[in-house]
């Protein structure tokens, strides 16, 4: 079983930068595959960013691409999410999730099975 607690949402204002942290409570396995979701009101949960413990191997949705960095810190159990240029679009409530995996970062929400409780960010216009 891992539990997995965010932190780090708050209000922005469109152009500026928050850092969302994930701490897994269980010491992260090589196996394991981390990733942020977001759901915005009215909207389907969509993957943003994913990182494979195995290598560290990162995977990035477009609409973010050049924006937003996924990191992690093995020592810390954390998984972190940078998010730069935040524009109105990007509010949404941010999860957490984990799935163990051969190596592949799984882009669908399906095949999570540890969940965070979420942390809303807001970027107001």
């Known amino acids: 079983q891992v539990q997995l607690v965010e932190s780090g949402g708050g209000l922005v204002q469109a152009g500026g930068s928050l850092r969302l942290s994930c701490v897994a409570s269980t010491r992260t396995s090589r196996s394991l595959v981390m990733s942020w979701f977001r759901q915005a009101p009215g909207k389907e949960r969509e993957f943003v960013a994913g990182i494979s413990w195995r290598d560290g191997s990162t995977d990035v949705t477009g609409s973010v691409k050049g924006r937003f960095t996924i990191s992690r810190d093995n020592a810390k159990n954390t998984v972190y999410l940078q998010m730069n240029s935040l524009e109105p679009r990007d509010t949404a409530v941010y999860y957490c999730?984990?799935?163990?995996?051969?190596?592949?970062?799984?882009?669908?929400?399906?095949?999570?099975?540890?969940w965070g409780q979420g942390t809303q960010v807001t970027v107001s216009s």
């Open positions: 999730a984990a799935a163990y995996s051969s190596g592949l970062i799984y882009s669908r929400q399906t095949s999570y099975n540890f």
